[in-house]
């Protein structure tokens, strides 16, 4: 097998402070019926380094993502400038977070695009996000 892991940048691992590496593998009969997955679980969190941290990067060959926060709400944003003034808006204390959107706990949010996310750390709690991405392989 493969890894192709292009596209994917690193993402926080719950258990350490530091970034990871999401592999990706194709398998399948052939390469015109390949899917790639992607199975990752970060965090975010209020008042440190992990406040904003980007869920997904812009990948055309992504087909459909579902975002899952595990235990406190997040905001997602389509941009780290929108992610980066969410969190200052959190910070502030605002009731109303004015740009992205809510990802209440329990919901998964599906993701039919191929454009960057963003999550946004709602609490000083520790806030876990679930991704699971499908991409299309294209070998030309």
Sequence with gaps: MTDYTEG???LPREDTAGPWHVGVQAEGQAWAAAWQGV???GWVQTGGAQTVVNLLPVDFSRTEAQVLAIDNPVILCGSAAQAQAAAVQVAAGASVILG???LPVGFDRPILNGDELWAVAT????SRV????S????PS
Aim: proline share 0%.
């Design 8 to 10: 994917y940048t690193d």
């Design 39 to 41: 199975h990752s679980t």
């Design 100 to 102: 992205g959107s809510w």
């Design 123 to 126: 609490s000083s709690s520790l």
């Design 130 to 133: 679930s991704v699971i991405a």
């Design 135 to 138: 991409r299309r392989h294209d």
